[in-house]
């Protein structure tokens, strides 16, 4: 349509020329193309897939006459011709020799050529020439104020600028940066980047530089002859009074007539009724009295106090006193304003549900308090009711399930621990979690309840790190209903220990790393490891209570507990190519064996592949595991002990909210016990790499803003399940509808 129907050049003036491609020939092997894409002032218009320009067919898709609705709205979705600008291309010339220069290359060279082709198109090429770069031979200071020497030396050694480096623009911002930080944090209230500049010599030969770091004093910018710590006098928190009281206050301690409060070695001004405890208050502030004025500390207080979700509005401001103490340092009082927001909440969500392929609707009445002992506890209580259609699948046809649950939470901003590390806390913002939750779910071949209880903590190591460590939680599952039908095919089977009443007491340990930021589109990754343990400390002590048992199995309240270890790691990499496209990929690998009290892992711990977030040309719980093939099966129910997956999908922005996407996935599930394993199942060595299930497919998302509606198609491309030699459907036969996963989804798959 795009190809044939219109021309690339519609649009394009008479005596103007499309540009129809941009070539980087670049004679410097440490100068990526990465690096001068951003200098370059006219790219061409943008390619799906690398060769298709779809954005600029969608616009030659419309007509001449420009206030037609249609042609109005393929202009807006559509992407308007690049126009050949000779200004353009001189200054993105001169842009990547500035670069270049900043980045040390101070003898490199750039042009640009325009080569004309066909009537109305024109290729332009930049063609660069870094030369030799200039490195730093050594840096030398020269600190005019005798109060800051020692401060700027100490720490010489995590210079930036270090001997052999090379001498660019941003190593120099980045020491000045470091410098400023290290001393606005030792007191230096006042000291800013503007005193700090360099002098660099490059005339010593062999491409190196010597270079200077001159930090002149105050005198010119504030009549002070030195640079002078301050130190702090009061810390005023200032609960929901307005701004301007706060600062024309003639006392700190008073505003506009509001109540003050002294706790500790902090003040909390308020006209009405403290809703929450000011020992709140006390603990989420890194500022004391007496203490040497720190830039970072006020920014980890400003964290600190936003994890409580207790304010709508946090400030945190500076004002010099006037004053000075006995040593001569002059006194700041540090105003910390907040906004209290509600505190309780209560609301009503209808949504969509996909559970790994098998579409749904759920209801949940949610109730939440931010503050409900007046010490920042977050306390949640939840109700669900879902029900969810699955197909059959020997047949179309469908069945429905049905799940009902509950949870309580209450989220505490500390540790719950009988030591008191106030420190940490205010280091790592750590919080301690307390749930109890119960659910029921009905299928049609089994019923079953889990009953939840656990203690856990999470801290945060820096802004793209946290942690999760759970040293206790406790799973009561009971299967009070098993189909006739499905028992008698697993009950001389190793699952049959999957579906009885069971109960697991495990410890657990997440680490997460996520450096995806909302609203920014860049590159990011995304890591999620996981360690868990079940029954270990129920076996060491088991023999308190089942000393005259003669089963071969230990029993806790005449339940027999699982015993197993189980890790898993769940890595993506988000790539962003261009403004309308990005490619992703994300490598999951997990394996859980269980030993001791309970031969195989208990059925919620066990892993499953197939359904929308995994290998989607199969149905969720459908594949494996290895080559194993269970044809009778009525219901899909396919779980093992190890799983491996790779996911490679090319996502692109097509018009209005519509997207495309295109994926490649590779994976299946495993056996990990040879005496627990169906035919085929279990994972050798030598074998598994020709049991990875393939699929390929296209997708199609609607994006909402809110939430994105997701439709994929997948097709089984290496179906392990076939016999050796036929598992290659397209190079043994046609694709069938039965080779064919259709799934809709709520979200990106990851």
Known sequence: MFGAGCSSTKFVPEGEYLLTNVKVKNRGADVRKEQLNPYIRQQENTKLLGVWKFYLGLYNLSGRDGDKGINKWLRSIGEEPVIFDPFLATQSSRQISLFLKNQGYFQSSVSDTASFSGKKKVKVTYDINPGNRYFLKDLRYRIEDDTIRDEILRDSLSSFLRPGRPFTVNLHELERERITENLRNRGFYKFSEEFIYFRSDTTVGNHLVVDSMVVVSPEDAFGEKHHRRYKINDVLFHIGIGTADVLDSDSSTQAGGADTLNYKDIFVVFNDELSFKPELLSSSSYIHPGDLYNAGLANRTHQLLSGLRLFKYINIRFRE?????EEGTPLLDCLIRLSPGKPQSISFDIEGTNSSGNLGA???????????????????FNTRLARQNQFVRTSSEEFNTLELGAEASLVLPRFLLPLRIEQFRQRYNPKTNIGL??????????????ANARLGYNWKSSRYISHSFYPVEFNFVSIPEVNDDFWERIRNTFLRYTYENHLIMNMNYSFLLNQQVLGQSRDFWYLRANVESAGNLLAFVSGMWNNNSDQDYDELLGVRYAQYVKSDVDLRFNNRID????????????????????????????????????????????????????????????????????NLEYRFKLFWILEGALFLDVGNIWSIRADASPEGGLFEVDKFAEQLAVGTGLGMRFDFNYFIFRFDAGFKT??????????WIPLNRPWTWNDVGFNFAIGYPF
């Open 579 to 646: 403004r309308y496209s990005s490619l992703v990929w994300r490598v999951f690998a997990g394996v859980g064996y269980p030993y001791g009290n309970l031969d195989v892992l208990p059925f919620e711990k066990r892993y499953f592949s197939g359904g929308a977030n995994s290998i989607r040309a199969w149905p969720v719980r459908g594949l494996g595991p290895g080559s194993y093939n269970e044809e009778g099966a009525r219901f899909y129910n396919q779980t093992a002990d190890i799983k491996l997956e790779f």
């Open 362 to 380: 759920a209801g949940n009445l949610t109730y939440q308090h931010k503050n409900l002992l007046r010490g920042g506890e977050f306390f949640t």
């Open 437 to 450: 939750a119960y659910n029921y779910q009905r299928r049609p071949d089994y019923t079953r309840t889990i």
């Open 321 to 325: 006193t006037g004053r000075v103490d």
């Open 718 to 727: 290496h179906d392990p399940s076939l016999p050796s030699g036929e598992r």
